[in-house]
T-cell receptor, first 116, second 119 residues
Framework: DTEVTQTPKHLVMGMTNKKSLKCEQH?????MYWYKQKAKKPPELMFVYSYEKLSINESVPSRFSPECPNSSLLNLHLHALQPEDSALYLC???????????????FGAGSRLTVL | AQKVTQAQTEISVVEKEDVTLDCVYE???????LFWYKQPPSGELVFLIR??????QNEISGRYSWNFQKSTSSFNFTITASQVVDSAVYFC????????????????FGKGTHLIIQP
């Protein structure tokens, strides 16, 4: 079983809908990430949270709104998406600071989003 | 800017053959980390190995081995006696600069190599 849990696994939404993707980890990691992956492409970084604060936003459109309510949870709120936003959305977490686990991202299985 | 190149888009071999996946990286920093991840059809990215820039020692883990050569900026991955279960997309990735010292940063991925192991 993966240690990073993402829900839902599949989501279909219209362009006027509001939905959310959820991610949870219980490994004590203090960094959490959202990646977007289109078919046959590598994952692209969207957001990074470090100690529950947004530290990196890779110029992502405002129709994607991240939220980190606590150290175990990461949400991605979706509103007014476009069909080209259809992709696999991957959540990951990692330790922060030095040590053998630093920068080793543990990924969830992803949420496959289809925008109609 | 950092960059990771995986020139092999797709490799197809017959089971039990050895196969090497190439990875070439670019960075201006002396401190960096290199990674390999496996992505099976299920979609989850699975961590395989991390290597820091100060450790050029090659590593072997079962049928997997990694060859890190700073002189050629390469971090190649070899699977010995390949199996059908090895079929997946393999990504090489890099973190460099200030965040590689232990902050939180995102990985820069290569485009991936789709490995097909035929029975």
């Amino acid at each position: 079983d993966t240690e990073v849990t993402q829900t839902p696994k599949h989501l279909v939404m219209g362009m006027t809908n509001k939905k959310s993707l959820k991610c949870e980890q219980h490994m004590g990691h203090r960094a959490m990430y959202w990646y977007k992956q289109k078919a046959k492409k590598p994952p692209e970084l969207m957001f990074v949270y470090s100690y529950e604060k947004l530290s990196i936003n890779e110029s992502v459109p405002s129709r994607f709104s991240p939220e980190c309510p606590n150290s175990s949870l990461l949400n991605l709120h979706l509103h007014a998406l476009q069909p080209e936003d259809s992709a696999l959305y991957l959540c990951a977490s990692s330790q922060v600071g030095g040590g053998s686990g630093a920068n080793v991202l543990t990924f969830g299985a992803g949420s496959r989003l289809t925008v109609l | 800017a950092q960059k990771v190149t995986q020139a092999q888009t797709e490799i197809s071999v017959v089971e039990k053959e050895d196969v090497t996946l190439d990875c070439v990286y670019e960075t201006r920093d002396t401190t960096y980390y290199l990674f390999w991840y496996k992505q099976p059809p299920s979609g989850e990215l699975v961590f395989l190995i991390r290597r820091n820039s100060f450790d050029e020692q090659n590593e072997i883990s079962g049928r997997y081995s990694w060859n890190f050569q700073k002189s050629t900026s390469s971090f190649n991955f070899t699977i010995t006696a390949s199996q059908v279960v090895d079929s997946a997309v393999y990504f090489c990735a890099l973190i460099d600069g200030m965040y590689s010292g232990g902050g939180a940063d995102g990985l820069t991925f290569g485009k991936g190599t789709h490995l097909i192991i035929q029975p």
